[in-house]
């Protein structure tokens, strides 16, 4: 692939809105993750929920998006100058040449919870929830694409917590094959009841904050996030998508390949893609639910592949597990790694299981990085592996 360059990013989670605040939680170690106060969901586990969506209706002109997700994509849109940039490609290429891609899982299901509960006797949907552009799984994209009067191609990614990763490769194909001349890449996933508790039914919540690779870890912690990025073909200096790789286990239905045989596979489709080997990696963005069984795969698939340890660690400590924004959000804290040469922590992680020890980091560490691989590896084996750089 033909290198292609990130000319804005940005991103909100619950531990924080844009890049300075994430940035700031990163170096302090301060975690986004609260016991569980989601309303209607009285389960004993912790979340990385974005407070204040409940207040902010979409502007007049967009009601008929109105929820929860397509709020928390208003406000990821409002950091970082991210909408005065995109209406700046938008005068100089037409919006006919700005492709929008964007990945969610859960998308805008939380608000259908809402309309299906609240049906009438005669199974009617309330009236304020009769909004077809909302329940529906291109609802995020459709919301952004009009939000800002863009006609490019514009499609939904939904392949669980990998969406929003795969989105750049989507991307880099679009600008490769001249369908596009800039792509607004992202994501967008909220908490929501289904969430919760279909989780909580597979028994992978933790209780506590969540442990990536910790030797006692219990399980997983949810959260929710939003995250953009605009992409251009070619480079002209600052970071750059120098390779990414895309595979599906085709194993189960929602556990991955018990060798991690997707999970390294799409780590080398990657390295092959920006042409480079494992010794020109410096700092891996782990998936990192803390599942039992997650973190163990993940750890034998980059122990197998990397045969010289690489520093490595998982933001879910700050973040929780954002599901379909992973990607986008996870992709930010790398370029943050990129930009400030920051190796963050495992957070909440005290002893790291023995045959990871020498990958995965416990305190964070000044260093220079040229190039930073995040990994996105999704429900049922999809998986993805996105490789920035820096270029002078």
Same mark, same amino acid.
């Given at each position: 692939?033909?290198?292609?360059?990130?000319?804005?990013?940005?991103?909100?989670?619950?531990?924080?809105?844009?890049?300075?605040?994430?940035?700031?939680?990163?170096?302090?170690? %301060?975690?986004?993750?609260?016991?569980?106060?989601?309303?209607?969901?009285?389960?004993?586990?912790?979340?990385?929920?974005?407070?204040?969506?409940?207040?902010?209706?979409?502007?007049?002109?967009?009601?008929?998006? !109105?929820?929860?997700?397509?709020?928390?994509? =208003?406000?990821?849109?409002?950091?970082? *100058?991210?909408?005065?940039?995109?209406?700046?490609?938008?005068?100089?290429?037409?919006?006919?040449?700005?492709?929008?891609?964007?990945?969610? /899982?859960?998308?805008?299901?939380? #608000?259908?919870?809402?309309?299906? +509960?609240?049906?009438?006797?005669?199974?009617?949907?309330?009236?304020?929830?009769?909004?077809?552009?909302?329940?529906?799984?291109?609802?995020?994209? !459709?919301?952004?694409?009009?939000?800002?009067?863009?006609?490019?191609?514009?499609?939904?990614? /939904? @392949?669980?917590?990998? /969406?929003?990763?795969?989105?750049?490769?989507?991307?880099?194909?679009?600008?490769?094959?001249?369908?596009?001349?800039?792509?607004?890449?992202?994501? &967008?996933?909220? =908490?929501?009841?289904?969430?919760?508790?279909?989780?909580?039914?597979?028994?992978?919540?933790? &209780?506590?904050?969540? %442990?990536?690779?910790?030797?006692? +870890?219990?399980?997983?912690?949810? *959260?929710?996030?939003? *995250?953009?990025?605009?992409?251009?073909?070619?480079?002209?200096?600052?970071?750059?998508? =120098?390779?990414?790789?895309?595979? #599906?286990?085709?194993?189960?239905?929602?556990?991955?390949?018990?060798?991690?045989?997707?999970? +390294?596979?799409?780590?080398?489709?990657?390295?092959?893609?920006?042409?480079?080997?494992?010794?020109?990696?410096?700092?891996?963005?782990?998936?990192?639910?803390?599942? %039992?069984?997650?973190?163990?795969?993940?750890?034998?698939?980059?122990?197998?592949?990397? &045969?010289?340890?690489?520093?490595? #660690?998982?933001?879910?400590?700050?973040?929780?597990? @954002?599901?379909?924004?992973?990607?986008?959000?996870?992709?930010?804290?790398? =370029?943050?790694?990129?930009?400030?040469?920051?190796?963050?922590?495992?957070?909440?992680?005290?002893?790291?299981?023995?045959?990871?020890?020498?990958?995965?980091?416990? /305190?964070?560490? %000044?260093?220079?990085?040229?190039?930073?691989?995040?990994?996105?590896?999704?429900? *049922?084996?999809?998986?993805? #592996?996105?490789?920035?750089?820096?270029?002078?």
């Amino acid at each position: 692939m033909q290198p292609v360059t990130v000319r804005h990013y940005t991103a909100v989670c619950a531990a924080g809105h844009g890049r300075s605040a994430l940035w700031d939680s990163l170096a302090a170690g %301060r975690s986004g993750l609260a016991p569980n106060d989601l309303p209607g969901a009285p389960l004993r586990t912790h979340v990385g929920r974005v407070r204040g969506l409940e207040d902010s209706p979409l502007p007049a002109e967009f009601a008929e998006w !109105d929820c929860r997700n397509n709020r928390l994509a =208003l406000v990821g849109l409002q950091q970082d *100058g991210m909408e005065d940039a995109v209406v700046a490609l938008r005068e100089r290429f037409g919006p006919r040449r700005i492709a929008v891609v964007l990945g969610t /899982s859960t998308g805008s299901i939380g #608000s259908t919870e809402d309309a299906y +509960r609240l049906r009438d006797n005669d199974n009617e949907l309330p009236a304020a929830y009769r909004h077809p552009r909302v329940h529906s799984p291109y609802s995020l994209v !459709d919301f952004v694409r009009s939000y800002f009067g863009l006609e490019g191609p514009a499609f939904g990614v /939904s @392949t669980a917590c990998s /969406s929003s990763a795969r989105v750049f490769g989507c991307a880099e194909r679009l600008l490769r094959h001249g369908l596009a001349d800039a792509v607004l890449v992202g994501g &967008t996933d909220t =908490l929501c009841q289904s969430v919760l508790h279909g989780f909580n039914s597979l028994e992978l919540m933790s &209780t506590e904050a969540c %442990r990536p690779f910790d030797v006692a +870890r219990q399980g997983l912690s949810l *959260g929710e996030g939003s *995250g953009f990025a605009l992409l251009e073909r070619g480079t002209g200096g600052g970071i750059v998508l =120098l390779g990414y790789g895309e595979t #599906s286990d085709a194993h189960h239905m929602s556990s991955p390949h018990p060798e991690g045989f997707g999970a +390294r596979r799409a780590m080398e489709q990657a390295l092959a893609s920006a042409n480079i080997d494992t010794t020109a990696i410096d700092y891996v963005n782990l998936h990192g639910t803390a599942t %039992r069984l997650n973190d163990q795969i993940e750890g034998e698939a980059m122990r197998t592949l990397f &045969t010289a340890p690489v520093a490595c #660690s998982s933001v879910k400590g700050w973040t929780g597990h @954002t599901l379909g924004a992973a990607g986008i959000v996870e992709a930010v804290y790398s =370029l943050l790694s990129l930009t400030h040469g920051f190796i963050p922590q495992t957070l909440n992680c005290t002893e790291v299981e023995p045959r990871f020890k020498d990958y995965v980091r416990t /305190s964070p560490s %000044r260093e220079s990085l040229r190039t930073v691989m995040s990994n996105s590896f999704g429900f *049922g084996g999809n998986n993805c #592996s996105l490789i920035f750089g820096m270029v002078p």
